[in-house]
Structures are given as structure tokens and as C-alpha cells.
């Protein structure tokens, strides 16, 4: 094949990664690279898509899912997730499965219970769900 097909084939690729990021293409664009270095020299088509298929095939299965944790990063807690654990105090009593109030850290929050807690009393943080704490009362 003419090197001008794989220069159009690593163009047509890099265009489909770059509207989809998801790090799919990207391997048989560096097979395309190495593909096209290939096709200056080398002028026979059975070469030439062996080394594009194989070499895209190897890229994308031994390096891809080092290069996603890489991207991914680690998963770090964000200022809402450490509220999860902390301890707060009921400033609007919480019915049952009924939306209260509980400060903690500072904040007040919409927080709700499967029991009654009234106000002044301490709750621990069980999770987040929305913009809603889930509270259980300190020592149940």
C-alpha cells in the first residue's frame, strides 16, 4: 500500500481519539506510525496491515490498562466525602425517614435517619445520598 494511505488512516484515527477520548484508537495510531515508516521502505501490503493489525493488537492489550490508572489517578476523597464518619449535632430534629438539619464541620446539612433524633443530640455520618446525609445517633 502507498504511505499515503496510512498517513490518511493515523489522521482519520487521531481525529476519532480526540472526539472520543477513550484511549481506543490511540494504539493503532502509533501501529500507523510504525505502519507508514514501514511503507517508505517497504512496499508489500501483506507487511505492511500484518505489522498495523499485530502491532495495534499488542499496544492495546499490554499498555492500555496501565495508561487508564495512569490517567484515572487516584481516587481521592473530595471535601464532601470526608464528612462521612465525622460526628455532627442535630440543630433541626430528624424524623423519622423525614429530612432534619445536623451541623458538622462547620456546615449545616439536610440529613435524615431510619429513627427519630432530637436536636442537640450527636450524630455520626454514615454517607452521602444527593445533598442529604445519612446519620445514625451517636452510640445505636
Known sequence: MDWIFWLVLIIVLTIIEVATVNLL??????SGIVTLLIAIFVNNV?????????????????????????LQGKNEKTNL????????I?????KKHQVGEVKVDGKKWSAVSDKTIKVGEEVTILKIEGVKLIVEKVGE
Not at 505492511?48 to 496501565?66: A, C, D, K, M, N
Not at 442535630?90 to 430528624?94: C, F, S
Request: hydrophobic letters at 55%; zero cysteines.
Open 25 to 30: 484508537t490511540i494504539w493503532f495510531v502509533i
Open 46 to 70: 501483506v507487511i505492511e496491515t500484518t505489522v498495523f493489525i499485530i502491532l495495534g493488537v499488542i499496544l492495546l492489550f499490554t499498555t492500555r490498562p496501565v495508561f487508564t490508572k495512569l
Open 81 to 88: 466525602d470526608r464528612v462521612v464518619g465525622m460526628r455532627g
Open 90 to 94: 442535630v440543630t433541626e430534629e430528624i
